[in-house]
Each structure stands twice: as C-alpha cells, then as structure tokens.
C-alpha cells in the first residue's frame, strides 16, 4: 500500500517539529544559524537521526565558527555523501550559500 503525498507530508510535519525542539535542547548553538541552515540540520537529523547527525563532528565545529565552505566540504567528505550525492550536494550548496 502506498501513501499519497499529502498524507507523507503530513507524517513529515508532525515529526520536524519534534526534531527540531531535540535539537534546540541538545545544540546550544543550532539556535543562531541561518534559517535554511536549520533546515539542512532538520534534514539531516530526519535522514541520519540525532545521533547520526552528531557524528558530524568536523561539520559542527565549522558551523559553530560559522566556516559554511568548510562546514559543506565535512558534509561531502562522508560515507553519506556516497550514499545520497544528490541530496548531499544539495544541502552543502545551501550550507555555503545560506550560511
């Protein structure tokens, strides 16, 4: 059985929310990026989960420092890079034009 799109909308909507609010707890720092880089940490956090996206030691640090090219290079250089070069290319162009 498949689910339409508004129906996978609707799922997706209830649950970014609750990421989000984890992540404010959990990353002191989320809180003062740039919007559509919030964004890409929400997808990523839906993607990869909390901990998943934690993982992203190097990235992190670049985002606090507000290092956006630096921060979209530690997203390319991973093994989910490999797995989804789309949609990771997509989240570092927003990270180094959004940042």
């Not at 689910?3 to 002191?28: N, Q, W, Y």
């Not at 989804?84 to 162009?93: I, K």
Request: hydrophobic residues 40%.
């Amino acid at each position: 059985t498949y689910i339409t799109e508004e129906e996978s909308l609707h799922i997706v909507a209830g649950r970014v929310p609750k990421k989000h609010l984890k992540l404010l707890d959990k990353l002191d720092w989320y809180k003062d990026l740039p919007p559509m880089v919030q964004g890409v940490i929400i997808e990523m956090t839906y993607q990869l989960g909390n901990s998943g996206m934690l993982k992203f030691k190097k990235m992190i640090a670049n985002m606090k420092e507000k290092n956006w090219k630096c921060a979209a290079d530690e997203m390319l250089d991973s093994l989910w890079a490999k797995q989804t070069p789309g949609r990771v290319n997509l989240l570092a162009d927003i990270v180094r034009e959004h940042g």
